[in-house]
């Protein structure tokens, strides 16, 4: 049965370099950059399972398991993540340390307005997506 609390959690990594972000500051020292994000999950998503990995077709091992350990380190280091209210996200930083930060519709677009081109389309598409997956108004209790 769904609620409107139904949580889910999105882990992420990509290689910087691949997407044209070698100078992205959260790159660490193999050009990774590894995220979560805590939204509402999906209204009546009977598919939701416990941990579930996408892996990009072609992918070297090395980089699929060395983003997979990444995850699971930050995860391990902020078991809060797990528990978190929808509307925020935790970057790993350089070193293994973890950055959170507060996710608004507001925010978002002053990042889009940053951006040129298809990767500002994207967001500005991505915002409409998740507007309503995200927390309006958080309490204290529902920062992580």
């Known amino acids: 049965m769904s609620s409107d609390r139904d949580i889910a959690i999105y882990l992420n990594g ?11 500051p959260s790159a660490d020292e193999d050009g990774h950059v590894v995220t979560a994000t805590v939204l509402r999950g999906p209204r009546g998503d009977t598919s939701m399972v416990p941990v579930r990995v996408r892996i990009g077709h072609g992918v070297s091992v090395t980089t699929a398991s060395g983003m997979l350990r990444k995850m699971a380190d930050m995860i391990d280091d902020n078991p809060d993540l797990l528990s978190g209210m929808p ?23 002053q990042m889009a307005d940053r951006l040129e081109g298809e990767d500002r389309e994207k967001l500005l598409e991505m915002i409409d997506r ?15």
């Not at 990509?14 to 992205?24: C, I, K, Q, S, V």
């Open 14 to 24: 990509l290689n910087a370099e691949t997407y044209d972000r070698a100078d992205d």
């Open 87 to 109: 509307g925020f996200a935790l970057r790993r930083i350089p070193g293994g340390g973890a950055e959170r930060k507060r996710i608004t519709p507001e925010g978002l677009e």
């Open 130 to 144: 998740i507007r309503d997956q995200i927390t309006e108004d958080p309490s204290p209790d529902d920062m992580l």
